[in-house]
């Protein structure tokens, strides 16, 4: 049963390292095992004729911030419990603070995200998507998820924007939206897409943990990937239905991908397209030929956002997704992403490839609904 306690009254409780001390001692006492106890507290506040503690020191407890949970016998009254007793008797828990949830009265009747955009002035709808998901939205008393519910004027809708607990946190993996088909997620760089042979640490491996430990009963599949070098936004299946369906039609679902590169030297070009074939050879160098040498057809579209005496920042847009292909188009441009090692001339101004890619916009593959994503530039690209 459940009791609030008055507004300041003083209540005893045990910590629960505390309990279970005891409960070990009454056990190994009642078995007739040997027992030693410390007599080096005993006489002081809070401890039993052995010198251990039984509780910790008075509490105030208020009305609207707590509540009592009492586990009582039958026949045991609130005057009867003795600091002894408390320790099996009481139990303290956080009730739902009210200011959690901020409630709204809908005037005009419109979609559900719509009105979380308007409710929340200066959200992003990236941002509104990821409340929903994860449950941050009750409609009328009842938890929702629907991103196109239709509301109606006199409905109540409560809105968290406190994150969820089983967050996932991890300073290589950041998760940007998550619903039952797939999780969309933005990596730094010094970590793959997916394990290799020499490497087990992964996006896909803190994926796999992060549901294990949130009971989720699935595992990433991987659709596309970014090199290790590379950050910037990922998208995972969780089912097998949705990673078909990206995977298979990919070129169709998919509808932009743009990414951020610092390169070496000033472009001299505003915009223009980059075509050619790519193909690797024997030590998985990818190399380019602007003719057919059995190698695959790929495009990368250019533009040049901001220029400085000695780099460019340029937008890059991708119509095709072939390995390696940005840096060997930007070598072939001769104006290497800063930061390669591999097809670079040694120009690292900023200690890390100068690669981002930064918007992501695809078809739902199950709602076929729009989704659009895009994270900020790294500060350190900025010239």
């Not at 989720?216 to 910037?232: E, F, N, W």
């Not at 441009?333 to 992501?360: E, M, Q, S």
Request: glycine share 6%; hydrophobic share 35%.
């Amino acid at each position: 049963m459940c009791a609030t306690a008055p507004a300041n009254e003083e209540v005893f409780y045990l910590r629960r390292n505390e309990r279970k001390a005891e409960l070990n001692f009454r056990k190994r006492k009642k078995r007739g095992e040997p027992v030693k106890r410390g007599r080096k507290n005993e006489g002081k506040e809070g401890t039993n004729s052995h010198g251990r503690g039984i509780y910790c020191q008075k509490v105030v407890i208020l009305q609207s911030d707590y509540v009592v949970r009492m586990n009582t016998r039958p026949g045991l009254t609130r005057r009867e419990l003795t600091p002894t007793l408390i320790f099996y008797s009481f139990t303290l828990m956080r009730t739902p603070t009210a200011n959690r949830f901020t409630t709204f009265t809908v005037k005009t009747a419109m979609p559900l995200l719509d009105y979380i955009e308007q409710a929340l002035d200066g959200i992003s709808r990236t941002r509104a998507k990821a409340i929903l998901s994860g449950g941050g939205v009750r409609v009328n008393r009842k938890n929702i998820r629907q991103f196109n519910l239709m509301l109606e004027p006199g409905d109540r809708v409560e809105i968290s924007k406190r994150k969820p607990k089983g967050e996932l946190r991890s300073k290589f993996v950041k998760i940007v939206y998550e619903d039952a088909h797939l999780v969309v997620v933005e990596k730094s760089i010094g970590i793959l897409s997916m394990a290799s042979a020499h490497h087990q640490f992964s996006v896909k491996k803190v994926l796999d943990d992060y549901f294990h430990q949130t009971h989720q009963k699935c595992t990433a599949h991987v659709v596309h990937r970014l090199d290790r070098d590379t950050s910037g936004l990922l998208v995972y299946a969780k089912t097998i239905e949705a990673e078909q369906i990206l995977e298979h039609n990919w070129r169709d679902i998919v509808t932009d991908r743009r990414y951020m590169a610092l390169v070496s030297g000033v472009m001299e070009q505003d915009q223009g397209t980059v075509q050619s074939w790519l193909k690797d050879n024997k030590a998985y160098f990818t190399y380019s030929s602007p003719v057919d040498n059995g190698g695959k057809f790929a495009v990368t579209h250019f533009r040049v956002m901001r220029r400085s005496e000695t780099h460019s920042l340029v937008e890059l847009k991708l119509e095709t997704g072939r390995k390696n292909q940005i840096r060997v188009h930007m070598q072939d441009l001769g104006h290497p992403v800063c930061g390669d090692i591999k097809y670079g001339n040694g120009d690292d101004p900023i200690g890390r490839l100068a690669l981002h890619a930064y918007r992501l916009n695809f078809y739902h593959p199950i709602t076929r609904e729009l989704m659009q994503f895009e994270t900020d530039v790294p500060r350190k690209f900025r010239i």
